[in-house]
């Protein structure tokens, strides 16, 4: 038999990595690391989730309210065709009782939407891998210990307040 050879893994889609859950930048490191806890930095490319900014997903409150609301009216709607015999009210209420159950997803989705936007308009790297050392000369690679490492950076590329360094 002939084995045709495959080609080399390709990057995913911008789709796929929402729908994955996975890094806006490289498209390949997971975000989350249970339901409810980020990971702090891109395990792939280094990309600093929350961009070091105090309130950074503020914007995403909103993308959550956003998609909420379409899934209630989706539902409401939904239940609408399905039982045109009840009331509007009972309908809303109905639709918005499934919701709940649904907020620890529709709460990564938003983050996730945040920070794809964020990254298209403002991407924080725009060379190659920060962990090039070639390509981004200021990303601060820092011992956490057994043989972790952390990076370091702001969203401009260069260290981030309270990394250890000091200019004097």
Not at 9 to 20: D, F, K, N, Q, Y
Request: hydrophobic content about 40%; some cysteine.
């Amino acid at each position: 038999m002939i084995r045709i050879p495959r080609a080399p893994a390709t990057r995913p889609s911008a789709l796929g990595s929402i729908v994955c859950r996975r890094c806006p930048r490289c498209r390949m490191g997971a975000v989350y690391r249970s339901i409810f806890q980020m990971h702090n930095y891109c395990s792939t490319c280094g990309l600093d989730f929350d961009r070091g900014e105090p309130g950074y997903f503020t914007g995403a409150t909103f993308v959550s309210y956003i998609l909420a609301m379409m899934l209630n009216a989706f539902l409401t709607l939904t239940e609408a065709v399905l039982f045109p015999d009840r009331s509007v009210v009972r309908l809303m209420a109905e639709a918005s009782f499934l919701t709940i159950p649904l907020f620890p997803w529709i709460w990564q989705y938003s983050r996730i939407l945040w920070m794809v936007f964020d990254q298209s308009i403002d991407p924080s790297d725009r060379g190659g891998s920060p962990l090039d050392p070639w390509a981004a000369s200021s990303v601060r690679l820092q011992m956490v210990g057994r043989g972790k490492v952390r990076v370091s950076t702001d969203h401009r590329g260069g260290p981030r307040a309270g990394s250890g360094d000091r200019e004097s």
